[in-house]
Structure formats: C-alpha cells, structure tokens
C-alpha cells in the first residue's frame, strides 16, 4: 500500500511539473506535438546542420516534433511560429519509428523496427540510392532499472545509429543521437570518435534538469 502511495504522489508531482513546464507550454502554443522539438532546434542553432534542399532521415521519430521541426527547416517560406508544416519543401525527410505516427505533411514515415534487415532495406529503398546530409536519432529503450541491462539497450540503439550513418550518410554529413550517462556512455563517445571527424557534446535547455540524458553529434565521416 506504502509502494502504490508513494508511485501516486510521484506521477502527481510529475504531472504538475509537465503542465506548467516552460517547454511543453510553448510545445502547444507552437504546433509541436512533443516539446523535444525545442532539443533539436538549439542542437541545430548552435551547429547549423539543417538546409533546406537536404536528405533528413528520423530515427525513432514518433510522436513526430523533431520531424516537424525539421519540415519547418527545410520550408524557407514557411510562415514563422508554429510547428505545423507550411509552404512547399525543399529537400526531403524520412521518418522510422517501432510506434505509430500520425501523419506531418511531406514526412515519409516507415513503421517498423530497425534492428530487422527488411526495415532498413525498406528504409534504404525510400532513400532512393541518394545519402543522407543528416541523420538524427532520439531513439532510446524502454529502461528496466538494472543498469547494467539499460546500458546495453542504449549502446545496441547508438551502434544501429552509427551502421546507419556509416552506410547511409554523406562524407561531410552529421549524426545527431540522444545518449545517457552512464555505464555505456565512454564507450560510446569514443565509437563516435572513431566514426566522426569531430564529435560534440551537448545538453540542450529543454532537457529536463534531473534527466540524464545528452547528445552526441558527430560531423564528417571518417574514411574506412
């Protein structure tokens, strides 16, 4: 009785810092359907990695808000505030994701698992023989609580990440992954280091404060 108390107070509390969170209130004022967008927009303020006339595939891309920034990116005309899509695109995005999507106008979604050989080659089929100029990933498990077994998911996730890039995005193209601090996280800045030419590291304001949570973004392909 004590465990399911304590487990009702904590998602009250945590309902009440989503409601009045700054992000997921400027989230539904902008169109954005997860406040996650706003992750991705300062990684792409601060590096610049996102033009219009690009290939951008999203992996683990539902509910959608980092491919709906990136509709915006690639829509120079587009009227300015709002998530949702607007004006002609220039340049084309596909999105992966296990879970359902609703549909972003322009998106190519694929539903399915990347791990699985007929997903990526289906993935690769829609890229249409054309590389990847950025490849942006916010995939992560579902956490269990044993470190040592949530390590392991993590690091499969960013290796699939890494092979994807590695076979499907340009040489001077970027990789952008949500990490976590932890047992797996070295090992695997230093697979980024061993990918990339240059590797940085960032935690974006609208990452929640007590989330260990981070992001790799590694610039320019190193030749095999």
Same mark, same amino acid.
């Given at each position: 009785?004590?465990?399911? &108390? @304590? ?20 989230? @539904? ?38 491919? #709906? ?52 080659? #289906? ?46 995005? @340009?040489?001077?193209?970027?990789? &952008?992954?949500? &990490? ?16 990339? &030419?240059?590797? @940085? ?24």
């Amino acid at each position: 009785m004590k465990s399911a &108390v @304590k487990s009702s107070k904590v998602n009250r509390a945590w309902l009440n810092d989503h409601v009045n969170d700054t992000y997921v209130k400027l989230a @539904k004022k902008d169109g954005y359907r997860a406040r996650a967008a706003y992750k991705l927009q300062e990684i792409d303020e601060t590096l610049h990695l996102i033009k219009p006339g690009q290939l951008v595939v999203d992996l683990g891309s539902a509910p959608g808000a980092w491919s #709906q920034y990136v509709r915006r990116k690639l829509s120079p005309k587009s009227a300015t505030g709002g998530g949702a899509a607007a004006g002609a695109l220039n340049g084309r995005i596909i999105a992966l994701d296990l879970l359902p999507m609703e549909p972003i106008e322009d998106v190519l979604f694929i539903q399915g698992d990347l791990r699985e050989d007929e997903v990526l080659a #289906q993935l690769a089929k829609h890229m249409q023989g054309q590389r990847a100029d950025v490849v942006i990933s916010d995939m992560a498990p579902n956490l269990s609580g044993i470190s040592s077994a949530d390590a392991a998911r993590v690091e499969h996730l960013i290796e699939l990440a890494l092979e994807f890039a590695q076979d499907h995005l @340009k040489p001077e193209g970027a990789l &952008v992954a949500k &990490v976590f601090h932890g047992g797996s996280y070295d090992a695997l800045y230093q697979r980024f280091r061993e990918t990339f &030419v240059t590797v @940085k590291r960032l935690k974006p304001k609208a990452s929640r404060d007590k989330s260990s949570e981070t992001f790799l973004i590694g610039l320019q392909l190193r030749t095999r």
